[in-house]
């Protein structure tokens, strides 16, 4: 860059340092040029000629290839901002913008045909010379498509997951029909249990009771098998086994043919229980046969469903709670424990989706402070998806009789590993609150809840709830796929509660070898039936 005074001293020239062109030049009036008035001049110019300097550099250096002088590069440059016009680049991204924004809120037309690939319709676009708002048009429409085929998809991935999860795997079933099989043509298979020596050790409170309620033989084994295995006194358990009639053939054949001693089991069927007979249990018979019931839980889940208005994670959930195994009597027997077992004091009771993995006997030294059920709350604890349960998750709050009656934010606990003193419990009103509210559920036609066996024992059981470290008992190993292995190692009881049991194909293979290890793979039934084999 140069500054050149005319031999006249009444102009100043600046110019580019290589002579092509002139950046400034400056008259100077003859009449009122004053040496403070040049003085004033150079010194303004002293000012700007440093940021003149730096921004014709950098045009040039980013321009070079496109600009044929520096005065170039900063009229391509500035020249249109100057002149409130946009370049080329700038123009197409708002026009884009603007036809994104038209197309966003624009009516699909109902007989548009759309390609099936991203490449077929650029091969179209090529074709058909589309415009740029056609082209547009056809990308969401294709968009929504797929979204939808993705949605529907997954609704009946779920659908095919609940079918799995309520139906009997063949080796299961393969398994029952041997082992009732055999209980008709063995003797083995049909001598007394206990023996009649060991008798008065089912009413010993000196002994750790346990209760499992359960038509599954393979679960059933996988229960006891752990928790005498996982016990420092083996010999002090008592595990008492109660099935349906249909089952108690081969549940009585499974233990009759496996001991599990030093422990004592008892095998006994729903009908050999002179209470149940005698009281008749007409709330769970309704329960039973209520047309709307059976409908709830085995009819069709999709029909009726309203799939637009829900998403798939709460489509799951409903499903989930969809299980028949909640409108039967098994499942209700929890809370006839006191009745079944009149001279026991205090038991643990145990879903048949658990693996006991330490031993259990310091639950019969805890001190429940005169409540009734120790359990583990589930609104509170690191995972979030699985101890985050209140009331609110179990109950229409929009009933009257629920709202009234309950507290939103109060907090659940979890039915599968539960201390009960049922010394404390048969001095309440449990079990007559538990059908009370069974009943009015029935009469709201199930719009109270629709959850099944947990909703009615958490408001038969307020204010009788002792909480037990959660250490006892951890949850959601059959639908939480993000269970840390770590935290499972450390449970003293894992409870696969949801649809992945680890029985199941849909079971979670990193969290089955947890059961698996305790199924005894050496019985020659289990072998025959192929057992957990794909």
Known sequence: MQLSFSPSMRSLTISSSNGFADLMKIKIAARHFSYRTLFHAILILAFLLPFVFILTAVVTLESV?????????????????????ADASERLVRDLYMILNDVNTAAIPNDLELPDSFSQLVLEMKNNQ????????????????FEREIRESKFAELMNKHFAA???????????????????????????????????????????????????????????????????????????????????????SWFALNPVSPA??????????????????????????NKGVRTYYHGNHIAGAKLDDTTPRMFASKLQWKSPKYISLLNHLRIYIPELFPNLEKVVFLDDDVVIQRDLSPLWELDLGGKVNGAVETCRGEDDWVMSKHFKNYFNFSNPLIAK???????????????????AWRKTDIRETYEYWLKENLKSNMTMWKLGTLPPALIAFRGHLH????????????????????????????????????????????????????????????????????
Not at 130 to 145: G, N, P
């Open 65 to 85: 290839p496109n600009c044929s002088s520096s005065l170039g590069c900063l009229g391509r440059r500035w020249g249109p901002s100057f002149l409130g016009r």
């Open 130 to 145: 589309y415009d740029a708002r056609t082209f547009a048009l056809m990308l969401r429409a294709m968009m929504e498509k």
């Open 166 to 252: 309520t139906s009997i795997p063949k080796g299961i079933h393969c398994l029952s029909l041997r082992l009732t099989d055999e209980y008709s043509s063995n003797v083995h298979a049909r001598v007394q249990l206990p023996s009649p020596e060991l008798l008065p050790l089912l009413s010993d409170n000196s002994y750790h009771h346990f209760i499992l309620s359960t038509d599954n033989v393979l679960a059933a084994s996988v229960v006891v098998a752990s928790a005498v295995q996982s016990s420092l006194k083996p010999e002090k358990i008592v595990f008492h086994v109660i099935t349906d009639k249909k089952t108690y053939s081969a549940m009585h």
């Open 264 to 289: 004592i089991i008892e095998v006994k069927g729903i009908h050999q229980f002179d209470w149940l007979m005698k009281e008749n249990i007409p709330v769970l018979e309704a329960v039973e046969n």
């Open 405 to 423: 009656h309950l507290d939103p934010d109060e907090c659940a606990w979890a039915y599968g590993m539960n201390i009960f003193d049922l010394r």
């Open 467 to 534: 909480p037990i470290d959660p250490s006892w008992h951890m949850l959601g190993l059959g639908y939480q796929i993000k269970t840390d292995v770590e935290s499972v190692k450390k449970a003293a009881v894992i409870h696969y509660n949801g649809q992945s049991k680890p029985w199941l194909q849909i079971g979670f293979d990193h969290l089955r070898p947890f059961w698996s290890k305790y199924v005894n793979h050496s019985n020659d039934f289990v072998r025959s039936c192929r057992i957990l084999e794909s």
